[in-house]
């Protein structure tokens, strides 16, 4: 690999040309500046060893914090100020590959430059020496006041690159803060009120059975307290499946068969090349270099494949063969006695004191202990539904204060409207505990 020394153009009094060896304007006097582009010149001098050790020790440039002169690499402070190197920005190394223009001028070097710096920012802390300290435009000082400090926060926060996070935050926070008072006040808010009965209803149903002889039927057999039982052995109007056996049935459907056949195949392999570069070593020399730059190539070559294709061909399968029979079975048909329900009769009403319905008299009523006979009767008395009505001073309770419910008639018969009930009442007037007797 040749070394070979760059140039530079004074950007102070535009002088050009100037070698990579040389740390100050021949023109002007003044220091090699940050932001100096490095180019390639014809018949360019070799870097002798004399000339390397002027360039440093092979890394790029550093430029001082404070009075932005270009340092060797292993200059620990700066050769026209004497501040401590810290954290300064090196020069950027730039590799320019085969096929890439490899700059002749400052203008050839500034367009191969994307991010329009030839330098890069140190990550390490700024250092403390006796010079004015490098203060970044981004530093805040304590003096800045909690305003500005707050406004600039609040720009940072609204860049669009920050709305979208911010924006979705907010609403899952306004969505719990929701939540959390809607439970709350269904749940918690409460409070108590004081409820009193203003009216009663109720429904009951008397039945009223009498002792009968029935006539019924049944497959199979029939009830052990049955009379005048006659039977007939009958088709039922089932049909049952018999097995008869099993016969094997032909035939044809589409079969498959792996075919080989020749075909182009199509592969790729790496194909070593070697190709050459230069390199901007950021400290006024180039170097030019060799690197491997090979690649993969596709080639075709014949090769066997197999694919599968189909035939007419000839299966077999079992199918079972069967037959349908009638499904014989005894019908019987008989008298039984029994208990049949011949009324039903109503009753309800909006007071405290339920009845069932009484104004009809049993023919031959039955005591309940002997055997029935038939014509005999007796009634079954069946509860229904009982419900209070309550009232309260609280008119957003229920509706307009008034509100019902259902208890069982044991808990029914307790209420009485000479006291108060409390019941519990959330935020929305929504009754949480009803009253109990």
């Known amino acids: 690999m040749a070394r070979t020394l760059g140039a530079w153009d004074c950007t102070y009094c535009d002088t050009k040309k100037n070698l990579g060896n040389v740390f100050d304007c021949p023109g002007c006097g003044h220091p090699r500046p940050k932001g100096v582009r490095?180019?390639?010149?014809?018949n360019a001098p070799l870097v002798t060893p004399e000339i390397a050790a002027q360039l440093g020790s092979g890394g790029p440039n550093w430029y001082c914090l404070h009075c932005d002169s270009g340092n060797k690499d292993n200059n620990t402070k700066c050769w026209n100020c004497g501040a401590e190197r810290g954290s300064s920005p090196s020069h950027e190394v730039k590799d320019f590959r085969q096929g890439e223009a490899v700059p002749t001028n400052t203008e050839d070097a500034e367009k191969a430059d994307p991010d329009g710096q030839s330098w890069v920012d140190e990550e390490t802390d700024t250092p403390t020496s006796s010079f004015v300290p490098f203060v970044s435009t981004n530093y805040q000082s304590p003096s800045t006041s909690l305003f500005d400090r707050t406004l600039d926060q609040l720009k940072n926060n609204f860049e669009p690159k920050n709305v979208r996070p911010i924006a979705i935050t907010s609403i899952v926070l306004i969505a719990v803060a929701l939540v959390s008072f809607l439970v709350y006040q269904l749940f918690f808010n409460t409070h108590e009120e004081i409820v009193q009965v203003s009216g009663f209803s109720w429904s009951q149903t008397v039945t009223v059975q009498e002792y009968q002889v029935v006539h019924e039927s049944s497959?199979?057999?029939?009830?052990?307290k049955?009379?005048?039982?006659s039977s007939v052995y009958k088709d039922t109007g089932r049909d049952e499946k018999i097995h008869d056996g099993w016969e094997t049935v032909y035939y044809q459907d589409t079969c498959y068969e792996t075919v080989s056949y020749t075909d182009t195949c199509t592969d790729s392999k790496?194909?070593?090349?070697?190709?050459?570069?230069?390199?901007?070593?950021?400290?006024?020399?180039w170097e030019s270099y060799t690197y491997e730059c090979g690649g993969y190539e596709s080639y075709s070559y014949s090769c066997t494949k197999d694919r599968q294709e189909s035939y007419s061909c000839t299966k077999d399968r079992q199918?079972?063969?069967?037959?349908?029979?009638?499904?014989?079975?005894?019908?019987?048909?008989?008298?039984i006695d029994k208990w049949m329900t011949v009324a039903t009769y109503p009753t309800s009403g909006n007071n405290h004191e339920p009845y069932f319905y009484s104004d009809f008299t049993l023919t031959n009523s039955y005591d309940g202990q002997s055997a029935p006979q038939l014509g005999q009767q007796q009634q079954s008395q069946n509860l229904g539904e009982y419900t209070v009505t309550f009232k309260t001073d609280k008119l957003k309770v229920g509706d307009n204060g008034v509100f019902t419910r259902k208890y069982d008639l044991a808990d029914w018969k307790l209420?009485?409207?000479e006291i108060g009930y409390p019941i519990t009442v959330n935020a929305f007037n929504g009754i949480?505990?009803?009253p109990v007797p």
Request: glycine share 6%.
């Open 38 to 42: 490095f180019y390639q010149i014809p």
């Open 219 to 224: 497959w199979t057999t029939h009830p052990s």
């Open 226 to 229: 049955a009379y005048n039982v």
């Open 270 to 285: 790496y194909v070593s090349d070697t190709c050459s570069g230069s390199r901007d070593n950021g400290d006024g020399s």
């Open 319 to 335: 199918e079972e063969i069967y037959h349908y029979e009638d499904v014989y079975d005894w019908y019987f048909q008989y008298d």
């Open 415 to 417: 209420f009485s409207p």
């Open 432 to 434: 949480i505990s009803y």
